[in-house]
DNA sequence: CACACCGGTATACTTCGGTAAACCGCTATC
DNA sequence: GATAGCGGTTTACCGAAGTATACCGGTGTG
């Protein structure tokens, strides 16, 4: 048809859609990015976790988890000889670099909160916020 | 080695927690992020978008793009005089406030794919990322 | 005329994410 | 001895998410 469509980032647009998906497969569903936002703060044993993600069950926590470790992003160790043994989980280094993720999911989700709440005010959150018009980096 | 990190507060964490599932409340699902990637370089007509996001069916596309009409996200016209009538959907000033997100995925996603396709680098890879220590801003 | 493109909808089906509840061996507490 | 906590696994089940396919009225193309 019309190939004179001035469509700069038609590759760039490829290129992230498949980063995003990339990533979305590791992270998606409901629990995973909940999960390792409760293990920023340190380690956490299993139980623990659970209370702190409000809501999941165990079977999913534990199914969870497993994925998560399988891709490296968190460390299991098991402390066999303390009592009733002692499981923890803890975020692993390859984990941690996904702060930026969690950090912009983070912000994004407290303004939106806000925007839901003074829905009056969205013309201003909405200008102020500016969105930078990288993302070609 | 020790992650002397920035211990977010249990009440900061818990913070960070419901932020987080308040964004995948909205951004959570398959199709969503991927959608608004294929919208941050320009507006898209249906077909177009469904070319571009490799895999969605029609049903699907339809369903997500209404809910983040719903949601403000994403804005819908309709040019009814042309010829067979055209829809156009462009990313609305709230959509516009993804873009960190986007971002971020984006650059995770990208540093995943390279750190899968050569495990070898994997320790100066997560060295040197280097986790931003925010998330409590 | 036959065919393809557009922007979807309708119907039917399957898969998977997720829930509820019971259960396991073990330990410590009342 | 009963009960509760730990770290899960097992079974059974449901509903949402997702897929496949066909179809619609309109138009323009060969």
Redesign the pocket.
């Known amino acids: ?1 019309h190939p004179t469509h001035p469509d700069l980032s038609s590759h760039e647009c490829s290129t992230a859609m498949r980063s995003v998906r990339d990533a979305l497969d590791l992270l ?4 995973k990015l909940p999960i390792i936002v409760g293990l920023t703060s340190g380690p956490r ?4 976790l ?2 702190e993600v409000v ?12 994925e998560l470790e399988i891709n490296g992003l968190i460390t ?1 160790h ?1 402390q066999a000889d303390v ?7 803890t975020l692993a280094a390859y984990g941690r670099t996904l702060y930026p993720v969690i950090e912009s999911l983070h912000t994004w989700g407290q303004q939106h909160r806000r925007h839901i709440m003074h829905p009056e005010t969205l013309e201003a959150t909405a200008a102020e916020w500016a969105a930078p018009d990288a993302l070609s980096a």
């Open positions: 048809m998606g569903g409901k629990w044993r299993f139980k623990q659970q209370r809501g999941i069950t165990a079977k999913m926590l534990s199914k969870e988890l497993k299991r098991v009592a009733p043994v002692a499981v923890t989980y």
